[in-house]
């Protein structure tokens, strides 16, 4: 049966920024084997199958799939998705309520649909993370992390930033660079990420401070085993990212802005907005925001 796909860039308001998703619409019948051959015929970091529903209080239930395998949660297709669900129901702004694997989450969304051209149809949303990050204990040597990543144990670090494994539903090796010239210069070594880091290999954000740019952080996303060599914008790990502050940096009570660049490197500019909200010396919510803008709409007959 003929089935609407739509592709959009999202952490970006222009055309060809940002990390590109496939979205399929009236996902319905299709089973996993089916989702898992759509996504790596898409060929994008991840595909969102857009389905009823299982409260009809929200608007629709999604799954994300990467080319390797299902995901519980991830960043740009929530704000990808959320963006296309409001544009097709003609919402200029307005709250939706996605189910995903990990929980509902809930998006404020607002969009802009003018004209024919190329980033005619494009919006924002901002969504709460729908678990707050932790730090994992395990302890992950700066020499192990230079190994991996091609560098000198000198480029790993900088004030009382460390390496740290945290996760907001996902994952990810928190690497600190030294310098944007370090951030630069990594170059992933995936034989090292197995024999030096293991399973935690599997997801390495690397960030440094942003000494040139207007961004707080710039940061490089490199994820062989879920089937990604690099992301250019990686909002799974920016919901994670404010209890690796916290583990480094004294924040005082009160709301947080950062801003994170990312995919420079690879021609692909991104921006997420984070926001967290700390009590006590504890993160109490972090939202992730980011602009999409639609590029393809099409069929898919199957």
Do not use: W
Not at 7 to 13: C, G, N
Not at 149 to 154: A, C, F, R
Not at 204 to 209: F, G, H, K
């Amino acid at each position: 049966m003929p089935r609407r796909f739509v592709t959009l860039d999202v952490f970006t308001s222009r055309p060809f920024g940002g990390n590109p998703l496939a979205v399929v619409l009236d996902a319905q019948g299709l089973d996993d084997a089916a989702m898992q051959q759509i996504s790596r015929e898409f060929n994008v970091s991840e595909t969102v199958f857009v389905l009823p529903p299982k409260n009809p209080a929200n608007r629709a239930r999604i799954r994300i799939f990467s080319v390797a395998h299902e995901m519980p949660f991830a960043g740009h297709p929530t704000v990808g998705a959320a963006v296309l669900l409001a544009l097709e129901d003609k919402l200029v702004k307005g709250t939706l309520k996605i189910e995903e694997p990990i929980g509902t989450v809930t998006c404020e969304v607002t969009t802009q649909s003018a004209g024919q051209g190329a980033g005619s149809r494009k919006g924002v949303a901002v969504f709460t993370a729908p678990r707050k990050g932790e730090l994992e204990e395990v302890d992950i040597s700066r020499a192990a992390c230079a190994e991996a990543l091609n560098l000198d144990e000198s480029d790993i670090g900088f004030d009382a930033h460390r390496p740290v494994v945290a996760s907001a539903g996902v994952p990810f090796l928190f690497v600190p660079l030294a310098n944007l010239t370090a951030l630069a210069r990594a170059r992933p070594d995936e034989a090292a990420f197995i024999n030096s880091l293991g399973g935690f290999g599997e997801a390495l954000y690397l960030y440094t401070l942003d000494e040139e740019g207007d961004a707080d952080f710039r940061a490089r996303m490199f994820s062989p085993g879920l089937g990604t060599e690099e992301d250019p914008a990686t909002g799974a790990a920016a919901a994670a990212f404010p209890c690796v502050l916290l583990d480094a940096e004294n924040r005082v009570d009160g709301h947080h802005k950062v801003r994170i660049d990312q995919g420079f490197e690879m021609g692909r500019p991104s921006r997420v907005d984070l926001g967290f909200t700390v009590k006590g010396g504890q993160v109490l919510d972090a939202t992730i925001g980011g602009s999409a803008v639609v590029i393809t709409e099409g069929v898919l007959h199957i």
